[in-house]
Structures are given as structure tokens and as C-alpha cells.
């Protein structure tokens, strides 16, 4: 008899995201007659064609694997040298950042990186995540068996939630009361709030680390959305961050490659971690080792299309692309804000994050703005408890539907 992995059941519900499009369904369904223009503001997926740049770089790889003498098999399973020295070069050293290289592993996917790096981590780890959060980090870790079962608010046993609100400005800072976290996710510029992290912030979570000896999680998957040039767009900008941070990237949001897939996490080979025996062992070799042994690699064509992101041409597109987004952001933040909703994120982030009217719970204002707007948000509570009372805009859409959203958002009426 096959036993399954009972630690999928104590999942909540659903994932956020299809629970958002079951009820978007069954409202779709109702309005059979298509009446409503639903404009989706909820998941953040790009809506904008590929640069141009990149889709030659496409067309080219394309055609290189049509003729046996420029085909490519099986590639390294780290990446390409032709993307990981574009990327050292561009994304970090270029900035002055410390990063190589051989420490840069090209996936499919930074959601993907942020669930498989539980496999070189230990199970005793106490983790620490904000809330609100990204699904994914609690999720994976609820699947690989690292919490106990939800309470009533969706909080789950083991997991350490560091409360984020107006009062910290969205962005957690590490414990005070003597909580040694062994592992912190942090996500700047981040989902769901569109908070970002300044460079003291991030400081204090690097002292943090070195103390007690936790390895930092950073996602940055929106950092091309950052626009003051004083917020840190790396944690390996934080002196002493290579010995105790792992940095998530994509160019999902960046390059409109939500389609495309591709993304890459950088382990620096300084960075150690227990094992069993007491040893200190470099992390680097083993997500190596788990990379070769569970991945084949990115498509050779997707690859060169991510190394036309480093072009010229294509850093000046994907800048349109970003602030084509930023613009609706702007667009979004002020509609709701003239609607009278107090308004955070949307400056250095694609997502704005709104506080719902007195009285309305997240899914109440989503079901009003699904029903009386036409419009798809994403309930704040869906991303953790402290979400409760907020919602999340994603400004990843046409130009002519954030002008029409935020002209929707005033006319509700609370
Ligand atoms: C979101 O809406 O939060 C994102 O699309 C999720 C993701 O990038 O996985």
C-alpha cells in the first residue's frame, strides 16, 4: 500500500490563487451573458509582450537548435557560463556587489528555488516568516513536514510569524525577546505589501544572523522594481551577507517572463550550515548536488532569451516594461486613495496594498469589488492573518484597465 505525505493534508483550503479563481469562476459563470468587464488585478502575471530584444534572442536560439551543428542536448545543470557571467556581471559586480559567477544556479523559477532549497535543509530548523507572507514559504514548509497542524487563524504550529503592520511600516525586524530563528524568509521589495526594506533594516537582520546563527532567505524577485536608489537591491549589498544569506531572483516581473520561465538563486560558498555530527558544512555543494541529481537545466533558448535581458537593448526595455507597470501602480495608488482607502506600497514594488473600509473583512471587500466593480484583488488575509482588513492591487496590467480600475474603486461606494 502507497501511504501519502500526510503532511499535504494539513494544508489550508487551497492556495490562495485558485481559491481567487474559484470564486472568480463561479462569478464568471453567473454572468453567463458576459456583461461584466472582469479586469484582474489579482495574481501578479504579467500582462505586457516580451521586449523585442528578447524575442529575437529567441528567434536566434531557435534557430540554432534547427541545425545539427549549433544543437544543443542536455545543458550544465547550474546554467549556462553565457547567463551566470551576464548575471555576475550586471546584477552584481557592475554594483559593486560581491557575487560570482559559479554562486549564481539558473532555474525555472524562483517559486520553485524558494520550495526545492528545503531539500539541503535540515527538519529541526525554527523557521521564521512575516506575516503577512508569500504562501509559498509557510507551504513548502507545511509539505515538508515542518509545522504542526493550522490554528483557526491559519497560523501554523513551529512556524514563527513576525507580525508586519502599519506601526513597522510592513517590514519585520528581527526578535527582541531572545527568539533564536535558525532559518528567516524576507522578501524586499515585497509580496504582498510592496514594502521595501532600507538599508538599516537589512543591516540589523544581518547582525541578527551572525549572532544567532540563522540563514536568511531573501527573495528578491521584484528587485528591478526598486526606484529609490538608497534601498539595497541585494542582501549581499549587507557587509557580512554572503556567510549567511541565500538570494532568490527572477526574471519573471523584470522581463515579462512569467510564461517563459527563468530565474536563479545565488548560494555563496562562504555560507555554512550544522550538520548532525556538529561539522560546519558549506551549503553551496549540496544545492549543487541537488541541482544535478533533481534538475536538467533551463532550455538552452530560454537561456539566451534571458541573456538578451543584459543587452542594451534589453535593459532599455525591460526599464519601459518596469516603468510602464510602476505607472500603473501610480495610477492605482492614487485612485484608491482619492476613494478615501488609506494606501501603502506601489512606490519601490508592483503591488499596492490597501486597507479595507471599516466593517469589511479582506474576502467581504474582494467579493464586493469582484461584484460591484468587476474587479479581481487579492483578499489580504490569504496571505496570513495580520493581511486581515488589507487587500493587494497588482499593477501588472494594460495601461487602459488601471485607468479603468482606479475610475471603478471610486465610484464603489462603502
Ligand atoms: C503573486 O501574485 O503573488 C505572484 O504572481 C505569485 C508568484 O510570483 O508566484
Request: charged share 20%; with cysteine; proline share 5%.
Amino acid at each position: 500500500m502507497a501511504h501519502l505525505n500526510d503532511n499535504f493534508l494539513k494544508l489550508k483550503a487551497g492556495y490562495l490563487f485558485p481559491e481567487i479563481a474559484r470564486r472568480v469562476n463561479a462569478f464568471c459563470e453567473a454572468d453567463a451573458a458576459g456583461k461584466a468587464r472582469l479586469i484582474r488585478c489579482g495574481i501578479g502575471d504579467v500582462t505586457e509582450a516580451l521586449p523585442k530584444s528578447i524575442t529575437a534572442a529567441l528567434h536566434k536560439a531557435v534557430d540554432e537548435m534547427a541545425e545539427r551543428g549549433s544543437f544543443r542536448g542536455y545543458g550544465p545543470e547550474q546554467g549556462y557560463a553565457f547567463l551566470r557571467d551576464a548575471i555576475a556581471k550586471n546584477d552584481f559586480t557592475d554594483r559593486g556587489v560581491e557575487v560570482y559567477a559559479d554562486e549564481i544556479f539558473v532555474s525555472d523559477g524562483s517559486k520553485c528555488d524558494c520550495g526545492n532549497i528545503l531539500d539541503i535543509l535540515g527538519h529541526d530548523n525554527r523557521i521564521g516568516v512575516s506575516d503577512p507572507v508569500y504562501p509559498v514559504y509557510v507551504d513548502t514548509n507545511v509539505m515538508a513536514g515542518h509545522t504542526g497542524d493550522a490554528d483557526s487563524n491559519g497560523a501554523y504550529a513551529g512556524i514563527t510569524y513576525l507580525v508586519c503592520n502599519e506601526a513597522n511600516g510592513f517590514t519585520p525586524s528581527p526578535p527582541t525577546d531572545g527568539t533564536k530563528l535558525d532559518v528567516v524568509y524576507l522578501c524586499s521589495p515585497n509580496n504582498p505589501t510592496g514594502a521595501v526594506a532600507t538599508r538599516a533594516q537589512l543591516t540589523a537582520w544581518v547582525e541578527y544572523a551572525q549572532k544567532n546563527d540563522t540563514l536568511i532567505l531573501f527573495d528578491a524577485a521584484y528587485e528591478a522594481f526598486i526606484a529609490d536608489p538608497a534601498i539595497p537591491r541585494s542582501i549581499f549589498e549587507i557587509p557580512g551577507a554572503r556567510k549567511c544569506a541565500i538570494e532568490f531572483r527572477s526574471f519573471s516581473k523584470s522581463a515579462g517572463f512569467t510564461g517563459v520561465r527563468c530565474a536563479f538563486t545565488v548560494v555563496p560558498k562562504e555560507l555554512t550550515a550544522k550538520a548532525k555530527d556538529g561539522s560546519r558544512q558549506p551549503l553551496h555543494p549540496l544545492w549543487n548536488r541537488r541541482m544535478c541529481t533533481k534538475f536538467n537545466g533551463v532550455s538552452y533558448i530560454v537561456q539566451r532569451a534571458a541573456e538578451a535581458v543584459y543587452s542594451p537593448e534589453g535593459k532599455a526595455e525591460c526599464k519601459t516594461l518596469i516603468e510602464h507597470y510602476m505607472g500603473n501602480a501610480k495610477i492605482l495608488r492614487e485612485g484608491a486613495a482619492k476613494a478615501g482607502l488609506k494606501v501603502f506600497g506601489g512606490v519601490n514594488a508592483p503591488y499596492v496594498w490597501v486597507k479595507a473600509p471599516a466593517g469589511y473583512t479582506s474576502w467581504q471587500i474582494f467579493d464586493k469589488f469582484l461584484n460591484e466593480a468587476n474587479v479581481v484583488i487579492t483578499p489580504g488575509s490569504g496571505f496570513g492573518s495580520a493581511g486581515e482588513g488589507y487587500f493587494r492591487v497588482s499593477a501588472f496590467n494594460s495601461r487602459a484597465n488601471a485607468e479603468e480600475v482606479a475610475r471603478r474603486i471610486q465610484a464603489l461606494k462603502f
